[in-house]
């Protein structure tokens, strides 16, 4: 059974960077895609990137601040966050699909695993 878990979200100022992390693990098929979320208080999820062996997409929000970085080897893929705003603060999730990004990326229910979630605070 396919499982993802994220991890890395902590405290940070505002311009500072942060690097999540997303191991997933069950998985029949090496061709998965990774979607990273998230969700504020009061705010519905929201989609911020997706990295796939095919493709990768990113939020206007976040083009240009945030990257992804995939470690096939270890099933990682990392979310490095540069330049962190104060409308960044959420919890952060991490999704599992079996295939590419595709151009619904965006939307939650197209994912089939999801972590528990790590929460980014952004704060002077």
């Known amino acids: 059974q396919v499982q993802v878990v994220e991890s890395g979200g902590r405290s940070v100022r505002p311009g500072e960077s942060l690097s999540l992390s997303c191991v997933a693990s069950g998985f029949t098929r090496d061709f998965w895609a990774i979607g990273w979320f998230r969700q504020a208080p009061g705010k519905e999820r929201e989609g911020v990137s997706c990295i796939s062996d095919l493709d990768e997409y990113y939020a206007d929000s976040v083009k240009g601040r945030f990257t992804n970085a995939k470690n096939k080897p270890k099933s990682t893929v990392y979310l490095h966050m540069n330049s962190l705003k104060p409308e960044d603060p959420a919890i952060y999730y991490c999704?599992?699909?079996?295939?590419?990004?595709?151009?619904?990326?965006?939307?939650?229910?197209?994912?089939?695993?999801w972590g528990q979630g790590t929460q980014v605070t952004v704060s002077s």
């Open positions: 999704a599992f699909y079996d295939g590419s990004c595709g151009t619904n990326w965006y939307r939650f229910w197209k994912y089939d695993k």
